[in-house]
């Protein structure tokens, strides 16, 4: 995904999290089109974490668990 229409989609994202006044957490991998550390600052809604890793469907380390924990943050 290049970097240009992730950040768009990021922040239509966080603007439609606005909306519904809700407030996330984004997980994000260390593909090089999530490098956008600098815009990261401006989102309302939406908290950026990374994982360490490329996470695919082969190596999910997000289990049912860390799913629960993620939503209990907040």
């Given amino acids: 995904m290049a970097s240009k229409i992730f ?3 990021l922040f239509m994202f966080d603007l439609q999290m606005k909306r519904q006044n809700r407030n996330v ?4 991998d260390n593909a090089s089109g999530h490098y ?3 815009k990261f600052d401006k ?3 939406v908290k950026v974490r990374r994982y360490l890793i490329n996470l695919d469907e082969t190596n999910n380390l997000i289990t049912p668990n860390v799913k629960q924990a993620i939503l209990m943050i907040g």
């Fill in 43 to 45: 989102l309302q809604n």
């Fill in 7 to 9: 950040e768009h989609w």
């Fill in 36 to 38: 956008l550390h600098d």
């Fill in 25 to 28: 957490i984004l997980l994000l």
